[in-house]
């Protein structure tokens, strides 16, 4: 069973991944590099599918990409917050790092509860109670759809997001 | 019709395109420099596809400039062999990013640029709709010249009055991001305008739209005006203001009765008046980035540093943002100032802002800079302190070695 790893309020991409430990593209480097100082036993502890529920405007600051793909490589199969910077977010969903904004869950878990997630739906399962996920965004569901912000493109080209936009 | 930013998108699309809408849009350049590139350039490979064109990708040395470790040399060994093999010639290693995408004159009213760096929203002090993003949209880009917006709503913020001595545009920002908090314009745009903005050099616009980023904006616009013309050397800057915009939220800031602002650690938005934090003992001072780091800047750090000495309990570091600031600096005589002071001027680059390079922090210090990050780890060890706040205070702190009000140095 997956199990959370709780984080506070305004987590930013230096926590996340600090700068001098992202001169590398090596995901594995990354990896353990996550949160190696706000959080130095984290990339030991996960486990692979454990799922991170932060508070708000996670991922804040810089655009590194290594943020998320740091999360990724240490094994986390989810992120929820309650709230995400936008970067951060976008980086996410383009690299297939499963993100869940949901306000509710925060108070009621504590570090290390056991959780399920349904990725596909948003569905949250843990302590015996169930909270949905925000409905992402449809170039979000698209690209959550294909993987990959870098699949998408190359299965359908920027149709996949102009269809969309023109049926809005 | 509408916000600056709805008023760009309608005229880069052909059509009128309203706040909420997704589109995909052309870009005039796209941005990515020594650690974002690496990842950029991996994505782009993974495309096979041909480079969209290779004089609107421009690639710059600027977070590791000299590299410091074999890794950051590997990076940019990596990132140099990308542009000799697909062309790209708008590679520079002369300071910032986002200073030299400003001076080499990518940024233009008007126009759209994505960058893979968070600070590519001071474009937007031209009235260029700039937005950060990450390697992945950013290898995209590289392989079709476009990307994918929701076009955002608008925060309009209206400085009024003028600036009061020792208050300059990063007082205003750190002003707004106290009332906003740290996530208050996440996913939006914001105009700054009013008279203060009006009032303000290119160089102080370039400040407030930097610093929109670190209140979540996606994009931070002034609109083009005598002073950007005037800048840009050229008469025809197109018209472009906001026709009746619809706003979100209107936010006005009384620039006559601010005091110099401070952020304090470990969050932007943890801003305090100075007069709160004076006498605050400080391990280091730093003065640069692509918040703080141009001329103008430097020029009232000399100002106070004229004929003085930095505290020697501080280490003043000063890293102008650009080769060409550098060599301004240098003919004004500022260089030699801040060496006869006692501090410390580096290479043109990011410096110590993101704690990668030099400047350091070690456990226990604590630093005043005129950068825009103060997250614990940021310039170094997490068990250091940093304080934000505007080139004249980080003056009067160097040479008190504790933050000072540049108002009361004799």
Known sequence: MARIFKFADGISTDAIIPGRYNVTTDRAALGKACFVEARPDFSGAAKPGDVIVAGRNFGCGSSR??????????????????????????????????????????????????????VRSGRILTGGRS????????????????GTLIELIKTRGWAAIEDISAAR | MGTLTEEIFSRRLGRRVQAGDVVVAAVDYAMAHDVTGPLAIEAFRTLNAPLWDPERVILVFDHILPANTVAAAGLHRMIRDFA???????????????????????ARPGGIIVGADSHSTTYGALGCFSAGMGSTDI?????????????????????????PPG???????????????????NYLAVEWGGEAVAAMTIAQRLTLANLTVDFGGKAGLCEPDEATRAYLGEAEVSDLHPIRPAYRELVEVDAQRLEPQVACPPAIDNVQDLSAVEGIALDEVFVGSCTNGRLEDLA??????????????????????????????????????????????MNAGCGPCLGRQHGVLGPGERALSTSNRNYAGRMGSPQAEIYLANPAVAAASALAGAIADPRRVA
């Open chain 2, 84 to 106: 000799d093999e697909f062309g790209v010639r708008n590679v520079f290693q002369e300071g910032i990013c986002h200073q030299v995408m400003v001076e080499r004159g990518f």
């Open chain 2, 167 to 185: 208050v300059l545009a990063k007082d205003l920002a750190l002003q707004v991001i106290r009332r906003l908090g740290a996530e208050g314009a």
């Open chain 1, 65 to 118: 990409e290594h943020a998320p793909l740091a999360i990724q490589a240490a094994g986390i199969g989810a992120v929820i917050a309650r709230s995400f910077a936008r970067i951060f977010y976008r980086n996410a969903i383009n690299i297939g790092l499963p993100v869940i904004q949901c306000d509710q869950i925060y108070d009621s878990v504590s570090d290390g509860d056991p959780i399920e997630v349904d």
């Open chain 1, 131 to 146: 909270f949905g996920g925000a409905t992402p965004g449809q170039v979000a569901l698209a690209i959550m759809e294909a």
């Open chain 2, 300 to 345: 009232i750090v000399a100002g106070y540093f004229q004929g003085r000495q930095v505290s020697p309990r501080t280490r003043t570091i000063v890293v102008p943002a650009s080769k060409e600031v550098y060599l301004q600096a240098l003919a004004a005589g500022y260089i030699q100032t801040f060496m006869e002071a006692g501090a410390i001027v």
């Open chain 2, 139 to 163: 290898a995209v880009t590289f392989a079709t010249g476009k990307t994918w917006f929701r076009v955002p709503e608008t925060i309009r913020i209206e400085l009024r009055g003028g600036l």
